[in-house]
């Protein structure tokens, strides 16, 4: 089975920090992809990577952005957070379409 | 913006009844669908897919229907049981060799014992 981690389930941190959400996948998937999901908004596309060291944005990648240095491992970085970052944090990868995704990041930004 | 909508933002169904799910796309160029289950706490997890050359496919319990004609997809849930109760969310490839999904907002689906 596909197994997609993201390193942390909660996060609390404060406004101006620096965080970093971790995503790691086992099945050797070229594509990786970084979503955040609030209510009534659905899943909306921040940034996402077919190829290591390749990187391109999503519908919202403002305030983001991302490290792909091994295939596997696909970083999404809050240069500084706002509080407006609250939100859940989904990782996901692929083959081609059907994408797989982690168990998500509860991230509050007080 | 969204090209990706649903009819009902939640749905409450008997157990053992079955359930239908609805969602509305404005892309006709999209060629491939999926249906996302999300229980709470949980990712998204696949459910079923189909391709835009198809208009019906058949899972375990569940069948995707595709209406090009009026851009509508639904997911029926025959036998509806109490792990069925989660959020339900359709996404769509809008173009033809690129990998991003464009996702719906999601359908709550409550089984009612």
């Known amino acids: 089975d596909v197994k997609v981690t993201q390193s942390s389930r909660y996060l609390v941190k404060r406004t101006g920090e620096k965080v970093f959400l971790e995503c790691v996948q086992d099945m050797d998937h070229e594509n990786m992809f970084w979503y955040r999901q609030d209510p009534g908004l659905g899943l909306r596309l921040i940034y996402f990577s077919y190829d290591v060291k390749m990187k391109e944005k999503g519908d919202i990648p403002e305030g983001y952005s991302v490290s792909r240095e091994k295939k596997e491992r696909f970083s999404l970085i809050l240069e500084s957070a706002s509080t407006n970052q609250t939100s859940m944090y989904l990782c996901?990868?692929?083959?081609?379409?059907?994408?797989?995704f982690g168990q998500g990041t509860r991230l509050t930004v007080v | 913006g969204e090209s990706v909508g649903l009819h009902l933002p939640t749905l409450s169904v008997q157990e053992g009844d079955n359930s239908i799910i609805n969602c509305a796309y404005s892309?006709?160029?999209?060629?491939?669908f999926i249906w996302y289950k999300q229980e709470s706490g949980k990712g998204p997890q696949f459910i079923i897919d189909?391709?835009?050359?198809?208009d019906k496919r058949q899972g375990q319990r569940v069948t995707v229907l595709l209406n090009k004609t009026v851009k509508h997809l639904s997911l029926q849930i025959a036998a509806t049981q109490p792990g069925d109760s989660a959020v339900y969310f359709c996404?769509?490839?809008?173009?033809?060799?690129?990998?991003?999904?464009?996702f719906g907002k999601g359908t709550k689906l409550s089984v009612i014992p």
């Open positions: 996901a990868s692929s083959l081609r379409t059907e994408a797989f």
């Open positions: 996404a769509e490839n809008m173009r033809a060799g690129s990998y991003q999904l464009t």
């Open positions: 189909i391709r835009s050359n198809m």
């Open positions: 892309n006709s160029a999209s060629d491939y």
